[in-house]
């Protein structure tokens, strides 16, 4: 008869022995992806050093039949109220039907 510490003792998970490649392929990955780390960010730090310190800043569109060159920032203030919808006046609007 098993007493309760050989059967808590025993392995019921199967060999260890044939699942040995599983330490060094893991290591192999984590160097893998360390190395492939390293070199993106050496890559990323030699272009950002490239960018010039500032940016000249875009002039205005040239061409004022452009679409883009109409739009108003709602945000500023100084645009002008959208025609489409009309400005709430206090009056709630009946329905019919």
Known sequence: ML???QVLA???FGDTRTG??????GLFLILLLATAT???IRNMNSRLRRL???FSQQAG?????????SVVDPTDGTGGRDSSTPAPNGH?????G
Do not use: V
């Open 52 to 54: 010039p310190d500032r």
């Open 61 to 69: 569109p040239t061409d004022p039949s452009r679409a883009d060159a």
């Open 20 to 25: 040995g490649l599983a330490g060094p392929m």
């Open 10 to 12: 025993e392995n019921n």
């Open 3 to 5: 007493t309760a510490a």
């Open 92 to 96: 709630q609007q009946q329905r019919n």
């Open 38 to 40: 390293i070199l993106l």
